[in-house]
């Protein structure tokens, strides 16, 4: 097991009609003049907002709104709401949305404490201060609710880009997975593909006898597993959303990946196809997941293998691990059918003449891309071909 | 799934010679006169008492040391501690040791902010502030380290009891695996079962439809299991101690026990065997925990057949499930023993006649006790019969 830390400081306030507390929570972690950040008019029209709004009122909190988010944020209102928190003298930012919402929060929380331009954390720079954010979770995702990263896409050349820093890591998250009940089925299954990335992206490692990690994980995969059906079949199955809404937090505050070496070569693939493409991050896991394990199964079949017997319910084939191996992508690839989302370039409306650019716009040079195997511009281009 | 809040805001620091880091982690978060907290000659004899004082000397930290824990720690320490910290402006405890230092140091530190009888925070009231708590960790077992509670034994009538409040959590806890390397393995089987017990508390619950939290369960339950003999066998197998190690902290910082009804009745049976015969507490509950699921068992079959199939590898017997739910409780036994965990009373020199004793000082009165079946002082005779 590889030396770490594990820090995850959010204070979680999950169920039934807790945004209604939001008030209470702000004053008890200090805010007082409150930037409230949302996206588009889901959280208007739901009332969402009237009821946020009306804690912040009866707890004294002043504050000012900010709307607009778009999933794959963009830098331009980033910049807008860093001026009006420096303007306006703002202590506390309260994000209410999904990941894109939370994203652009925390991007804003960075860029308000900092003299430079925000954009030097997105390429690099570590964040060392950040006003407290807070978030109201409308959306099981990301994981951005209970995580120290951040994805910003800059509008000059859409480069989607990611920060990372304790700092960022949300102040408080409430969590009501009755608000997720109007997710539509395609970004209900988007975001569950998303959350089993991230716990994907840190199960595939080279260290070894990191027997509790990998446990968690593919716990938490089966339940995710167990879990989608029920929400798609049914979006109003409080305890099936519950589930997936709290999985999706777990998947991402690292608890799933502490003591070794992680991925995330198939994370940052995926962000130069939304990137250029604008099309829905999980949408985009599906079709680069399976095919990043395609290219690097051989260098660990029987890791591969235990992906399948262990989260998948393959039974080993101990004569043939592979065979095994290549049954557990393919469960995979049928689980991702079955929710409904894309598995290749065309569904996505990509096209296989644009891998080079998005090669290109990797800016890797001469370093390698990812953990597991290290990725060339060689194999990252045999990737995105195996994805077409 | 309950509503429920999750917050476990504790710094992690895991891994190889990271106690040498603590005079760092100190001026970090800001104490500046430590108390310096601990058991044994132990600690002195290995040295680490040496790098500690060392690492604080290099950091500027002034400190003054409190040494002379004993396991099931004593009030009488505590007046003591609470005293120095009052007299000298302590403003951090710095615990070195296992669970019982850190349980003392949090009690000091609760007492040292109030102007009343610590021991009134273990009779049921709130612990709303305390001086930070930092821990260097010796031994894998009460997750005290990474939770809210203490558990403290008065000397006037050895009655044992906890506290818990969110102002117990430790601000950091330093985790090197190596440290435990000399623990015995009698004390290191102690520690196992306490920490599955921590688990198991959570895992019979009357709550349905909590899926990850399951999953989470039994994804550590098997964890510890694999990784108990290795540790007994090779008591300097790092991977293993990591493993084991980190599995105590996430076994009771409460990960495994959100949306749902807990029990405990278990561990309050226990505390009076501990308090009354001084027995290690892991001791104590290989004895109760088998007592009560036998009693329990019939509540509800399926989730003990679960346990049976999921944790213990058994086949389900599917036209009985009830003999399936045996076996699981059978395995859980055997591994007890083989681990080298007494189960039944006389191995802990508990006598059969000391039984009303043990239910009277419990002070139960019209209470019941426990969740999964709530207990009345017959059914806890009952169940301390079963453990003879």
Not at 114 to 125: A, S, V
Not at 152 to 178: C, Q, V, W, Y
Not at 328 to 340: A, H, N, R, T
Request: hydrophobic share 40%; proline share 4%.
């Amino acid at each position: 097991m590889e030396n770490f830390n594990f820090y995850s400081p959010t204070y979680f306030i999950f169920g039934k009609g807790r945004e209604n507390e939001v008030g209470e929570w702000i004053n008890r972690f200090g805010g007082s003049k409150v930037l409230v950040h949302y996206g588009g008019s889901s959280a208007v029209k739901s009332g969402l907002l009237d009821r946020v709004k009306a804690s912040l009122k009866k707890n004294n909190i002043d504050f000012i709104e900010l709307g607009g988010v778009k999933p794959n944020p963009r830098s331009g209102l980033v910049y807008k709401g860093i001026e009006i928190c420096k303007r306006e003298g703002i202590d506390f930012l309260l994000a209410v949305g999904g990941g894109s919402v939370i994203d652009s929060a925390k991007a804003i929380a960075a860029g308000a404490l900092y003299d430079g331009d925000f954009w030097d954390f997105y390429c690099g720079k570590e964040v060392e201060k950040a006003l407290p954010v807070g978030t109201i979770l409308t959306l099981a995702a990301a994981g951005s609710e209970g995580s120290d990263g951040s994805v910003i896409t800059h509008e000059n050349g859409m480069l989607k880009r990611s920060a990372a820093g304790d700092a960022l890591r949300p102040t408080f998250s409430i969590m009501n997975p009755e608000l997720t009940f109007t997710v539509s089925p395609y970004q209900t299954a988007c975001g569950i593909t998303d959350m089993m990335a991230h716990v994907m992206e840190r199960y595939f490692t080279n260290t070894k006898e990191v027997e509790v990690t990998d446990r968690l994980c593919e716990g938490l995969l089966v339940a995710i597993i167990n879990e989608a059906p029920k929400v798609l079949a049914r979006p109003d199955d409080y305890n099936a959303r519950a589930n997936i809404m709290w999985a999706g937090t777990i998947a991402h505050n690292d608890i799933c990946g502490v003591g070794r070496e992680q991925d995330w070569a198939t994370h940052k693939m995926e962000h130069e196809l939304s990137g250029l493409y604008d099309v829905a991050h999980g949408a985009g896991l599906a079709v680069m997941f399976p095919a990043w394990m395609k290219y690097v199964m051989q260098h660990d079949v029987m890791r591969f293998a235990q992906f399948a017997v262990r989260v998948w319910g393959c039974e080993m084939d101990f004569q043939h691990p592979e065979n095994t191996a290549k049954k557990g992508i393919e469960k995979f690839e049928q689980f991702l059918v079955s929710i409904g989302m894309p598995i290749r370039f065309e569904q996505l409306g990509a096209k296989p003449e644009d891998i080079p650019i998005l090669v290109k716009n990797m800016q890797l040079g001469d370093r390698t891309l990812g953990n597991f195997v290290k990725l060339t511009e060689e194999d990252i281009t045999k990737i995105y071909e195996l994805a077409v």
